[in-house]
């Protein structure tokens, strides 16, 4: 069930998670098919905002994919500005970036 963004506000929803209901993968013509499934699984995954970084290990697992081929894929998908790639000490992290 989708909400309308006034319902949506009455029970209490976010913005950015209203953001999210309204973020269609399959809008994104230029995505391969492993970058939408990329991006399937960060929104499973709650990887929506910088708070909550996932890693490639973190999607490849989720992907039940090769880390390698994740990895290429979020490179991509960091230069088409469909996620965000954070640096941090040990691994990167990765999240969704709003479309609006």
């Known amino acids: 069930m989708r909400l309308q963004v006034p319902e949506a506000q009455a029970q209490g929803v976010k913005d950015e998670e209203i953001a999210l209901?309204?973020?269609?993968?399959?809008?994104?013509?230029?995505?391969?098919?492993i970058e939408k499934e990329i991006v399937r699984a960060m929104q499973e995954?709650?990887?929506t905002k910088e708070g909550a970084l996932k890693t490639a290990d973190d999607i490849a697992k989720k992907c039940n994919r090769p880390k390698g081929i994740v990895a290429n894929a979020l490179v991509?998908?960091?230069?088409?500005n469909v996620i965000k790639r954070v640096a941090r000490e040990k691994a990167a992290g990765y999240y969704l970036v709003q479309q609006v």
Not at 21 to 31: A, E, P
């Open 45 to 47: 995954l709650g990887a």
């Open 76 to 80: 991509t998908l960091a230069q088409k």
């Open 21 to 33: 209901m309204f973020y269609q993968v399959d809008d994104m013509v230029d995505l391969t098919p």
